[in-house]
């Protein structure tokens, strides 16, 4: 194995080398220059430190993206704990479980989940932190409410003058495969799968980035934290890279709307975007279709000599709608709408489509816009090995599989999940389906896995959702599937108890329609089911009875 820096050393860098420059922004809120979230880092480590957290102990961060995260995580990893970032999203069952699986000794928890959490579901757990202040939600520990209470006292007792550079000391670690964080794929006890990450994929990750963008990204350039710094797209590109570059992070620490990410882009004038498609479709349809779809731009756009300049008309308006500033557009997490990629590519826009998975954290195959193939998600990124498991990768599609320093360790505590994703020779079996060009472009034909991809890029696992569905009223069976980026149920009714009762099909109509609300107040935001379709006639089913998906997605 080629040698590899130390990541945690490379924080320690980031920070002493860009000491007062502007490093963490909630929009509309705080700025923390780079001392500034070194002297909190050195709280947390001192609040740590006297309530017994050791070197190797798990940590959960749960809440919405902002400064005091980001602290809070940087804090984590540089004391030698092990990082476990929750959705916010997650229901409160979710929480609890992936608290419970991985052996959390505190949690620090956002305003909104604090709220919703029940500390008596998580009885192993000694604190739970409140992430904007760091003040006690709870502690079942003497020696962690004395180190809270205390911990301005211990701070001055430890720096009585001053807290400076020279006295940045973190934990440095010395095998590139220490394990640095778990970052679970899914929330329920039955299906949930703690990806452990070690500090060589971190590494590997923010190499990769300096290679694609180092020297168009300068230090103090200004980046937009949009996607979940929870999930590992978000947390490796919008936040660790741009960190240890010594960027300037923004969070959007409220929802994410269309118009909120608008305004925020023509505020800060990010020099690079990592979005998912919703976001880049939603801009797009509502900015700039409005104003080149009409018969005048029409007209002008079928003219050859005038519609490359008309082109070059739209490419800057709609650069104008993110802020005017992006290098390029880094879409991933979900399928891109064809129709709006053909637009981009068709007015030359910068944009490039990457594909990753949790297990490699994140990045699997990129392409810089310049040389990016419309349609296809990049070529195998350094570091890595990606091919097809097919007699003729060309043409006929076969499973994606990588290879390299960004694949995670295996599952935490599930040996079994762990062999059956990672092959004797350490490749990686992404479940993804694909073909590959003769220049290693990858191009995606679908997913052999059941997993769906939400619009802003969670995992959504169909048979959790199918499994709630079947135990409520009149459903006999159910597959969840995705339209467009909306769910819906398929369910099969029993018919049979309908006819006894005297329903008609209205009255199945309804009792579905309310299967789906109360359904809805058990899932997160991104797995609600938008409608419920009857199917009259039982699903298709293989000879082990299992019903035929592919059927009916």
Not at 323 to 342: L, R
Not at 476 to 494: C, F, G, M, N, T
């Amino acid at each position: 194995m080629e040698k590899i820096p130390s990541f945690n050393e490379l924080i320690q860098k980031s920070i002493i080398a860009n000491w007062d420059l502007d490093a963490l922004t909630d929009y509309k809120g705080q700025t923390l220059q780079y001392h500034d979230v070194a002297r909190k880092i050195e709280k947390v480590h001192i609040l740590f430190e006297n309530s017994g957290v050791q070197k190797g102990d798990k940590i959960a961060l749960c809440g919405r993206n902002s400064s005091q995260w980001a602290v809070a995580f940087i804090a984590t990893l540089t004391y030698g704990a092990i990082a476990v970032p929750i959705l916010h999203e997650f229901m409160p069952e979710q929480i609890h479980n992936i608290v419970n699986h991985s052996d959390a000794k505190l949690l620090f928890a956002g305003d909104y989940v604090a709220g919703i959490i029940n500390p008596d579901a998580m009885p192993n757990l000694e604190g739970i932190i409140r992430n904007t202040d760091y003040s006690l939600l709870v502690s079942r520990s003497e020696k962690l409410t004395y180190a809270r209470e205390n911990l301005n006292a211990l701070y001055g007792q430890k720096y009585p003058k001053y807290f400076r550079q020279e006295h940045i000391n973190y934990y440095i670690e010395q095998d590139p495969n220490e394990l640095a964080l778990i970052n679970y794929t899914s929330g329920t006890t039955g299906f949930s799968k703690g990806v452990m990450i070690p500090y060589r994929a971190l590494w590997s990750n923010y190499d990769f980035a300096c290679n694609v963008l180092g020297t168009t990204i300068k230090k103090g350039d200004n980046i937009i934290s949009i996607l979940p710094m929870a999930h590992m797209y978000g947390m490796a590109f919008e936040f660790l890279f741009e960190f240890l570059h010594g960027c300037h992070v923004f969070y959007l620490n409220r929802t994410p709307s269309p118009a909120i990410i608008a305004q925020a882009f023509a505020e800060v004038k990010p020099r690079i975007i990592i979005a998912v498609p919703l976001v880049i479709e939603k801009i797009i349809r509502k900015k700039v279709f409005p104003k080149i779809q009409n018969n005048r731009m029409r007209l002008l756009l079928q003219m050859p000599i005038i519609s490359v300049k008309v082109r070059e008309m739209i490419c800057k308006e709609v650069l104008k709608a993110f802020g005017d500033n992006a290098y390029e557009i880094i879409i991933g997490g979900a399928a891109f709408n064809q129709e709006v990629e053909q637009f981009m590519h068709r007015i030359n826009f910068p944009y490039t489509v990457g594909y990753g998975a949790t297990e490699c954290a994140p990045i699997i195959c990129y392409s810089d816009w310049h040389s990016f193939r419309p349609k296809s998600c990049g070529r195998a990124v350094v570091h890595m090995q990606v091919k097809i498991d097919s007699p003729d990768p060309s043409s006929v599609p076969g499973e994606i599989l990588a290879r390299g320093l960004n694949v995670m360790l295996g599952y935490y505590k599930n040996e079994e999940a762990t062999a059956a994703t990672l092959d004797k020779d350490g490749w990686y079996h992404t479940g993804d389906l694909g073909t590959m060009d003769e220049d290693g472009n990858v191009y995606i034909n679908g997913r052999s896995k059941n997993m769906l991809l939400g619009a802003n890029g969670q995992n959504i696992y169909p048979e959790e959702i199918e499994d709630k569905l079947n135990s409520m009223t009149m459903v006999v069976e159910s597959i969840v599937v995705q339209r467009d980026s909306k769910l819906v149920a398929l369910v099969h009714p029993d018919l049979e108890e309908a006819k006894n009762m005297g329903f008609t099909k209205e009255d199945i109509a309804g009792i579905m329609e309310q299967n789906r609300q109360t359904l809805n107040q058990m899932l997160p935001a991104y797995e609600k089911i938008a409608e419920v379709e009857i199917r009259e006639e039982e699903f298709e089913k293989t000879p082990k009875k299992s019903i035929k998906r592919f059927l009916y997605t």
